[in-house]
């Protein structure tokens, strides 16, 4: 495994943890793209507008190690964490996937692929689901038909 990538993606969910903005987009390169189901973002500045977005509106961010860990296969890497975090008044436990494209030393590609079925850390209630589903619906509402 190429260390180099190792402790940069480390350090990238570490500055995610911290959020730390500036941090976070100094791992991408300017023409970046930031991709999961839900919406797709091109661009640093969309991509800075969206982690804003993210703070604003996720709490007790945290990202555990699991599964596989971390692989790197020449410029492609995987990571794959639990995501535990507070939205609204609903803690969540979420399996997720990070899949990167690097370019340079930094992300030119970002895939997340998460597990939404597992989203509900304390007991999931209908009231929890719709929460989340409005806070998060509000965050990929924008027309992503850039890329």
């Not at 410029?75 to 979420?94: H, L, M, P, S, Y």
């Not at 996937?97 to 509900?120: C, D, T, V």
């Not at 304390?122 to 027309?143: C, F, K, L, V, Y």
Request: hydrophobic share 40%; with cysteine.
């Amino acid at each position: 495994m190429d260390e180099n990538i190792k402790t940069l993606i480390e350090s990238y969910i570490s500055s995610f943890e911290e959020k730390n903005v500036e941090k976070i987009l100094s791992y991408f390169t300017d023409d970046a793209s930031w991709i999961a189901p839900q919406y797709k973002i091109k661009g640093k500045n969309e991509i800075e507008g969206y982690v804003l977005w993210l703070f604003e509106n996720i709490e007790d961010i945290n990202f555990i190690p699991d599964g596989i860990g971390i692989m790197i296969n020449e410029d492609k890497a995987v990571c794959q964490n639990i995501f535990k975090a507070k939205i609204g008044e609903t803690r969540v436990k979420i399996p997720t996937m990070f899949i990167f494209r690097l370019r340079n030393n930094k992300f030119s590609n970002q895939w997340i692929i998460n597990n939404w079925f597992e989203l509900i850390e304390n007991s999931p209630t209908e009231s929890g689901i719709a929460e989340i589903g409005s806070i998060m619906h509000m965050g990929w509402s924008r027309d992503y038909s850039n890329l």
